[in-house]
């Protein structure tokens, strides 16, 4: 939902974003990107996790695109990326379910990895098969964790 109370959808069968009035009628297309997830930042700038492996778009308000972070790049390589977020500074969350780690871009052009981070394998708290993710205010990060079918808290 955007701070105007428009709501954008990813539809697989038009392979783009659409928009919708707060009642639900549809408006437009908001950009031309085959979505599996999106998130919307305070500024209505929109992360868009490309269908079948394609990275990040990320795009203004008005659905034009601003950057793409790209599968592979300096640092990091996207196995099998299930989910996308914004943080309160404008950097892009992608959750990387195939080798549990969750890596973190500055959204300015070009994109850069800040960081990537996970857990050894069977150490507490390891995510195996992370599904979704999202972020609070304070910085909390809360992933849900298919294999142990609970919501794991990092802060």
Do not use: C, M, W
């Amino acid at each position: 939902v955007t701070s105007t109370g428009d709501v954008l959808a990813a539809d697989k069968s038009t392979r783009a974003i659409n928009r919708f009035s707060a009642a639900g009628k549809y408006q437009a297309q908001f950009a031309p990107v085959h979505a599996l997830r999106l998130a919307i930042d305070s500024t209505d700038r929109v992360a868009a996790l490309e269908e079948d492996g394609g990275g990040i778009a990320v795009l203004d308000a008005d659905g034009r695109t601003v950057t793409r972070i790209h599968p592979r790049g300096q640092g990091y390589q996207f196995d099998r990326s299930v989910d996308v977020a914004f943080d309160a500074f404008g950097h892009v969350y992608v959750l990387d379910r195939n080798v549990g780690a969750v890596h973190v871009f500055t959204s300015q052009q070009p994109p850069k990895l800040v960081t990537s981070f996970s857990i050894p394998n069977r150490a507490p708290g390891n995510f195996r098969r992370a599904r979704a993710f999202g972020l609070d205010g304070a910085g909390r990060l809360y992933i849900y964790d298919d294999d142990v079918e609970k919501i794991l808290v990092y802060q």
